[in-house]
Every structure is written in structure tokens, then in C-alpha cells.
């Protein structure tokens, strides 16, 4: 498929962790006589998470019944279409059964039905802000999660606390021949690039993030920035903003050594061969990374990194 305004690009696809299908359920989350009749159900499925992992079986999550959840902060995930209920737990995971393994949210985050890639986000990312969000920061008091865990209370001062999610921006930038900026992390080992990103200050626009961040990494001023997607990446705690931009003709890259190892202009013809080559590695398919610079190339691309961080 082609993009009208822009030969050669394609769509966006689907993005793997912005997949969910079950009902949120927000307005049950005050209902505690509704939560706790959910969690007595005994078709209600609860998915227990430990530091950004949970079970899998053939590339399906492994679920177990409320009483056999372990002790652990426990939260709503949501409701679908069948009446279902689902819980995540943050806490130790059960012993599996056979084919069952252990996996991490960037592991199979691709591989999951979209329900599944829904439920693993939602629980990594409440798991995680639960795991590590343990005291009032008024005054230190351990907090108290309210009934459906998707808020804490602090039983000293009243004081109400919500998730945390840090916006970040990642960025196609493009020169005016259609070229793609493609850069290497200076803590990137071998051949692995990719496109620009970096956090949303305080204070900040998401368009003056990606104006500031490709200025500081490289040396490019952009203009034209627009937005094209998001998906959550809670590892810990972020949300991907993806952009588009261009650079006017006339810029030189002066490379800021101190994020980057390396970053050029890369023609399509030009990244293609230097992937089937094995030169360069892109980001897996999990990532909002690759799937921006294959809608800016127009379809699939070989190789991508491997490795724990993959
Ligand atoms: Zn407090």
C-alpha cells in the first residue's frame, strides 16, 4: 500500500503493544463490591507478572485461578466481551506445567493475540509503577492501593497517587531527498541503528522535544513535525510519541559523541543493502522504531537486533 502524499511510504501496521481488546472496565474501579465478587468468580483469570515477566505456553498467556494467585499487589485489568474478568498480581510467578516458559513483555510482546499483548502491557506497566511507587512522597508513609489498584492512598495525609507515565518522542527524520536519519547508540553494541528518540521534558511540547532532541544529537534542525503514532512501552514506564520530520536541505550531522556512536542519511536502496549485507541491524518488530521506519521505507525489512535487548 502507498501513502497518497509520499511515494514509496506505507501505513503504519499494527503496533504490537498497542493491541488491547478487553474492556478497562474504568468505571467499575470504585465498585468494590463488584471487584470483590469478581475476584470469588471462578472464571475469572488472573495474570500474575513478576519484574516485567509472565508465563507463556505456545505464544498464549498462562493464567491461573484467583485462589491460586500469589500473595502480591493485585490489580484490574479489565472485562471482555464474554463476561470474563482478568486481574493481574505482581508477585512471584507460579511453577508452569510443560511448554511453559518464562517471558518478558519485549520478548513476546509480537507474538501475543492482541488480547494478550493488551492485558501483558497493562499489567507490566501497573506492575512495574505498584513495584517501585511504595511510599507517600509527601511524607514517606507506605500507601494503600485502592480496591482495583490503579491508585494509592496515603493513610497519613489523605493524599491521592496515580500511575506514572513518562512520555518520550522517537522520530523519522527525513532530508530532501527522502532519505532517512538513522543513528547508533553510543551504548549499542555492533551493528544495531535506529531513529531518534528521547524524553519530553518538563514544561515541554512534544513537537519541542523532537525540534530539541534531533538539535542535540545531531545538529539538524527540523521543521514539519507531525505526529504518526504511539504505543506504551512500560519498561519501566513510558509512552512512545511517534514523529515524523524534515531536515531543510544545506545541514551538516554533527554528532553529540556522548548519545550517539554514529548517524547518516540512508537512502532506501541504500538501507536495504546494508541490511541483507548484515552491516546494520534494525529494532525488533515490538518497537514503535521499526515499524516507523518500515512505513517510511514502504514494507517489511530484513534483520533486526538480537540480544537481551531485542
Ligand atoms: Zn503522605
Redo the contacts with the bound molecule.
Sequence with gaps: MTSPERPGSAPLGGLALARGTVDRVTKRRTDKDWIDAAWKDPRTRVLVVHQGEALVRDDELVFVAPEEAPAGTRFLLGEDADGVVYFGVSGPLPAGGDGVRVASLREVGALLSDRDAGLLTHAVALANWHDTHVR?P??G?PTVPDPAGHSTS?P??G?EHFPRTDPAVIMLVTDPEDRCLLARNAAWPGRRVSILAGFVEPGESAEQAVIREVAEETGIRVTNVRYVASQPWPMPRSLMLGFRAEAPAGQVIMVDHEELAEARWWSRAGLLAALQAGELALPPSVSIARHIIEAWYGGSLPSTWTGPRS
Excluded: A
Aim: glycine content about 0%; hydrophobic content about 10%.
Design positions: 507517600c509527601l511524607d508513609t496515603c497519613t495525609d493524599s
